[in-house]
């Protein structure tokens, strides 16, 4: 078990420095360096060359790698921003509860929704109920955060006047951004538990079990829920890891101030020693996330941690 | 047997969740018969979308780009079915050349990512060996990257512009690709017409191009389909976020962010891009199930 751990850590660490290194390279080679987005567009070559100098922009991609990579394994230091001149690392720890807070209310509420929804057409199947509601979810995976996103602001916020259009500080405020987020994850978690659920309750040990007498509720909750849910906490742990980093579409919509929306402002700012900081530390949590999983399920099933080793 | 963890973890799950599909095919094949109503439903939505998009420079009433073709924000009425925006501009010529965009985003999206990952997992799965494990590898780190993460690093590489955001979403589809082509090229590999070919000496080439590929053909489509409508909603995404399509150009994810802050007085300009939107998905989605529906439940049957 132990060795199964320890190698799974080390190859998320090799993802996580092969994945800096992409990043570092890419940004590093964009057209208008830092220099010139810091002199802009009156500076002269010579104080170019100056700026570039005091910024180490003169010397080449790889040497300046090796002195992002050591700052920040010495020091916790990912550089500073071009545009607050702030260290870029508390910026990213600044950001990061929320994206922590949105990305974790979204992932509660998509199993909720989901997985009633999923547990409901599945003891129903066939009947209206089961086809409306898988309607339902077949909508919910199509349709653009980006739309719902902006329709629940208009019945909500400006229609209703119930909840604030964008900002952060309030429960009140996580609200429409979480709803927004969850519902496509809801809709794929209801059909995965309306198709797992189906087919656990056509095994054997459930016509045991209704044989021996147990109430109906009993059963499917006792006997195959239990079963059918396994795919679906894999599914959600990795929707997890996805939405911690990939939330930045429905951060921009509602002004929510996480680390998606950091690197997405940093973009148009041209302040690359953010976008890479963000970058890193939202592929550094998915990793951790994943890598938590995966030590999770070996502890639970012994055969997976003895297969690795 | 895999280095990295994530690599691990997914490929579980994707396994998990074919095989859930594979048993709800075969439900659904008994009930629908061969023909499913997801398979009408999506291919009449598409076939219109795509009508509407050959067709937007004889149906539009005005040129997509036209200002003051009619006042500013006028509701929706006959002769302006979508309303107008800001500018005057007719929201219906708008809509539709939006259209031949999401086509372009399907098209470039998905056909960049495919002719990527198609011919890489067909030489990893067959081949195996060492060109396995390193672009297996390549595409664990290639993942590594939560949701549309990575298409933001190159488009911030890059530029924010439509081509770029095409590019990138491309970029991101050829992971899924390689790793569906790879686990059926390694299976097919396996069987016995594909050693027949081989032990007469024919090519491995040819044996890929014209014994194993045909055989995948089903499989492929279904997830081109998919992901032809994946491609659409994240082009539209990063063009609503300002890193893809620049206005005035009237693609969905751009008009909407347009039609964002007018929202509390002229809602049809947010409601009837996203709608179009949703449908093309839709219409996407159930053609990609009916199609695995069909060719699936023939496997079933047996």
């Given at each position: 078990m132990f060795i199964y751990v320890a190698r799974r850590a080390a190859g998320s660490l090799v993802v996580l420095l092969a994945i800096s290194l992409i990043v570092f390279l890419a940004l590093s080679a964009a057209p208008g360096d830092a220099a010139a987005a810091m002199a802009g567009d009156s500076a002269s070559a010579s104080q170019l060359a100056i700026l570039r100098a005091e910024l180490g922009l003169d010397r080449s991609p790889l040497a300046r790698y090796a002195s992002f990579l050591t700052g920040l394994l010495t020091r916790g230091d990912l550089g500073r921003s071009l545009v607050s001149q702030r260290p870029v690392a508390g910026l990213v720890l600044e950001r990061l509860p929320y994206t922590v807070a949105l990305a974790l209310a979204a992932v509660a509420l998509a199993a909720l929704l989901g997985g009633v929804a999923g547990t409901l057409a599945a003891l129903r199947a066939g009947t209206p109920l089961d086809t409306l509601l898988m309607a339902g979810a077949a909508l919910g995976v199509a349709v653009p955060t980006f739309w719902s996103g902006l329709l629940l602001i208009l019945l909500f916020?400006?229609?209703?006047?119930?909840?604030?259009?964008t900002g952060a500080g309030t429960p009140a405020h996580l609200v429409l951004p979480a709803v927004t987020l969850a519902l496509p994850t809801a809709a794929s978690v209801a059909r995965l538990v309306r198709s797992g659920l189906l087919d656990v309750l056509a095994a054997d040990y459930i016509r045991t079990a209704h044989a021996k007498g147990l109430t109906p509720r009993r059963v499917v909750i006792r006997h195959a829920l239990r079963n059918g849910l396994i795919p679906v906490a894999a599914v959600l742990s990795l929707q997890l890891g996805h939405l911690l980093g990939g939330a930045f579409i429905v951060e921009s919509i509602f002004g929510w101030p996480g680390l998606g929306r950091l690197a997405v402002q940093a973009i148009f700012d041209r302040d690359a020693p953010v976008v890479l900081g963000a970058t890193l530390a939202a592929a550094a949590v998915y990793l951790v996330v994943n890598l938590g999983m995966d030590i999770a399920h070996g502890w639970l099933d012994p055969r997976v941690g003895r297969e690795a080793i | 047997m895999s280095v990295v963890a994530a690599s691990a973890v997914r490929s579980g799950a994707e396994r998990l969740k074919s095989l859930l599909r594979t048993h709800t095919v075969c439900r659904a094949a008994t009930k629908w018969r061969r023909f499913p109503l997801s398979l009408t439903a999506g291919g009449v939505i598409v076939t219109l979308m795509l009508l509407a998009a050959a067709a937007a420079p004889f149906i539009a009433a005005y040129p997509p780009d036209q200002v003051l073709a009619g006042p500013r924000l006028a509701a929706p009425s006959p002769t302006y079915p979508f309303g107008t925006d800001t500018l005057g501009r007719d929201m219906f010529s708008r809509v539709l050349r939006g259209a031949l965009i999401a086509v372009q985003a399907a098209l470039a999206g998905m056909g960049i990512a495919a002719l990527l990952g198609v011919p890489s997992g067909l030489a990893a799965g067959y081949r195996g060996g060492w060109l396995d494990w390193a672009l297996s590898r390549f595409v664990d780190i290639w993942l590594a990257?939560?949701?549309l993460l990575l298409a933001l690093v190159i488009v911030a590489r890059l530029g924010p512009n439509l081509s770029n955001a095409m590019l990138a979403v491309g970029l991101l589809g050829a992971p899924g690709f390689y790793r569906l082509t790879r686990g059926l090229a390694l299976s097919a590999g396996k069987l016995a017409y594909v050693e027949a070919a081989r032990s007469v000496g024919c090519p491995a080439g040819r044996i890929l191009a014209r014994h194993i590929l045909p055989n995948l053909a089903s499989s492929l489509i279904v997830y081109a389909t998919l992901r032809a409508g994946a491609a659409i909603l994240a082009v539209g995404g990063l063009s609503f976020i300002g890193l893809g399509a620049q206005p005035p150009s009237p693609e969905w994810g751009a008009l909407l962010a347009a039609g964002r802050s007018h929202m509390d007085t002229a809602p049809w300009l947010a409601v009837y891009p996203g709608l179009s939107l949703t449908l093309t998905v839709v219409g996407l989605n159930l053609l990609g199930d009916g199609l695995r529906d069909v060719w699936d439940g023939r496997a079933c049957a047996r």
């Open positions: 916020s400006l229609h209703l006047r119930w909840l604030p259009v | 990257f939560p949701g």
